[in-house]
Nanobody, 116 residues
Framework: VQLVESGGGLVQAGDSLRLSCAAS????????MGWYRQVPGKQRELVAT??????NYADSVKGRFTISRDNAKNTVDLQMNSLKPEDTAVYYC????????????WGQGTQVTVSS
């Protein structure tokens, strides 16, 4: 199983950035896909998740971030608009199996840095 993130980088406050995650080795439609983020010294926190019928967002990103998935391409994206310095973190792609036995997978993470 592989989750490969891309799209991180250094941007200024107010800019936009799009993260992508390509999954392989799983039956993609069996998984709730998500994005989490972590800063040094803090716990990893949920940013957004998506199933085939539902999305969920952290309050801190509602109205600014949009998660989407393409079940044909096995990808999940995170469009981040109006970025703030407090969005600076390592962003991780997550796959959580919701059909059959449980399994959870993580990507290697991609750095997002927002300068003020």
């Amino acid at each position: 199983v592989q989750l490969v993130e891309s799209g991180g980088g250094l941007v200024q406050a107010g800019d936009s950035l799009r993260l992508s995650c390509a999954a392989s080795g799983i039956i993609f439609s069996f998984y709730r896909m998500g994005w989490y983020r972590q800063v040094p010294g803090k716990q990893r926190e949920l940013v957004a998740t998506i199933t085939s019928s539902r999305t969920n967002y952290a309050d801190s990103v509602k109205g600014r971030f949009t998660i989407s998935r393409d079940n044909a391409k096995n990808t999940v994206d995170l469009q981040m608009n109006s970025l703030k310095p407090e969005d600076t973190a390592v962003y991780y792609c997550n796959a959580e199996k919701i059909v059959g036995s449980a399994n959870t997978y993580w990507g290697q993470g991609t750095q997002v840095t927002v300068s003020s």
